[in-house]
Every structure is written in structure tokens, then in C-alpha cells.
């Protein structure tokens, strides 16, 4: 993958991670005209998208992607193969509705619960229903390669109204708190420590070597071998 690519991925995902807590691993949701330009590009899904996203990444799909597929039937089965190695993600929908139907209402359920996710399509009406919807990122599939869209003008106005609602906040609690004790006080100086006990280590004093020479010549002529007494040394404290 060109380094290009990657850096711009990555600055879109720190844009969402920031301002819309998408953190990894990530839930990215497929219907089946991504997979089926997956198939015609013969893209690996499963190996192209974490590399692309250089995070944990779980692919998934919805029941109502699934019955969509397999009503259109053969012109779509290397679709739906592709579609049932997913995951499937929960959707309220007991009666199937209309994939795209469907993948919007999560993106929307999305925007203001804890469960993220990303939406993979090639339905161009889809697209621009889900460019409506704040915080919900987009990832398509164009010349062979796969890539996430560019941020929707709702979710950069959404981020900026979160940005000034917690500036807001913040003022309100100063208002309501006060200004802090804790910085009107001065710090306390610290306190000068003792003495560390394992520094003041008694000083060894080296004992003093005294040559003596012990008595005459033998009666061999041969003077006697010297010795070397040490002197005990008493050191006082």
C-alpha cells in the first residue's frame, strides 16, 4: 500500500477516534455492493481492510444485507458467499427491510450509542443518506483499491458543536465552583531530609606495617629474616 494512502487513513481515523470515540477494534459493516466490487476487483476483504485501517478490525453484516442477496439470487451469489463469512450485526429488524435501509438506521443508532460503526458501500444513494448522518465514516472501493471518504460537512459541523458545548461546560463549572483553593495556596516548601545513616559509612583506616629486626647473626653467620608485625589500629568515633 503507498504510504500516502496510509497517512491519510490514518488521519481520518484520529479525527473520528477524537471527536466521536471510535476507538479499535474497529466494526466495519458491508453490504453486498461492496462485495461484490470486492469480487470483481478480486480484493481480499478480510485481508485488505485491517491492513488498510492498521487496527484490529471485525467485518460485518446485517440479516437484512443477507435476505436482500439471496432474493436477487445468481447475479449476486459471489456476493452473498462473501457476505456470510462476516459477522452479523444486530439489527432491530424482524422482518427483513431494504439493506440500505437497514445500514443507515445502525449508522444512525450509531452516531449516539457506544457501539461505532464504519459503513462499506458502493450505493450511491446510500452514500448520501449516510453523509447526512453525523460521525459516520465511509469507505468505498475505486480503482482496485479501498478507501474511506472524505468527512461529511454534518460531521465536521458536529464536532465543532461538541467542541464549544464542552468549552460552555467548563465555564459553567468555573462559575459555579470558584476558583480553587488548591491555587491560591503556596506550595509548602519540602522539608529539609536527615542525614541518610547509609551514607555516613565509618571510615576504614589502613593498619601500619612495622619492620623489626630480631637479634644477631646466627652462629652460621646468617642474619636472621626480618618480620612484619602489623600494629591493630583502634579507631575512635
Do not use: W
Not at 439489527?91 to 443508532?109: G, Q, V, W
Not at 450509531?110 to 462499506?120: Q, V
Not at 450505493?123 to 465511509?138: A, F, Q, S
Amino acid at each position: 500500500m503507498k504510504v500516502k494512502r496510509l497517512k491519510r487513513a490514518n488521519r481520518l481515523l484520529t479525527f473520528f477516534k477524537y471527536n466521536y470515540r471510535f476507538v479499535p477494534p474497529y466494526r466495519v459493516l458491508v453490504d453486498g455492493t461492496f462485495c461484490q466490487a470486492a469480487l470483481t476487483e478480486k480484493l481480499n476483504l478480510a485481508e485488505q481492510i485491517p491492513k488498510y485501517l492498521t487496527e484490529e478490525t471485525h467485518l460485518m453484516t446485517t440479516k437484512c444485507v443477507l435476505d436482500e442477496l439471496e432474493k436477487i439470487g445468481p447475479l449476486l451469489y459471489g456476493a452473498l458467499v462473501i457476505a456470510k463469512q462476516f459477522e452479523i450485526a444486530e439489527c432491530p429488524h424482524k422482518t427483513p427491510i431494504a439493506a440500505a435501509d437497514c445500514l443507515s438506521h445502525l449508522a444512525r443508532r450509531a452516531a449516539s450509542g457506544k457501539t461505532k460503526y464504519l459503513i462499506a458501500t458502493q450505493h450511491d444513494e446510500l452514500t448520501e443518506k449516510l453523509r447526512t448522518i453525523v460521525g459516520t465514516p465511509i469507505m468505498y472501493i475505486k480503482f482496485k483499491t479501498i478507501l474511506l471518504d472524505n468527512i461529511s460537512e454534518a460531521t465536521k459541523s458536529g464536532a465543532s458543536k461538541d467542541e464549544e458545548e464542552i468549552k460552555r461546560l467548563k465555564q459553567l463549572k468555573k462559575e459555579i465552583m470558584g476558583p480553587s483553593d488548591a491555587l491560591q495556596k503556596k506550595k509548602k516548601k519540602k522539608k529539609a531530609g536527615g542525614v541518610n545513616p547509609l551514607s555516613c559509612k565509618k571510615k576504614i583506616m589502613k593498619a601500619s606495617v612495622e619492620t623489626v629486626r630480631t637479634g644477631e647473626r646466627t652462629a652460621t653467620g646468617k642474619r636472621k629474616r626480618t618480620k612484619k608485625k602489623k600494629k591493630d589500629t583502634v579507631e575512635l568515633d
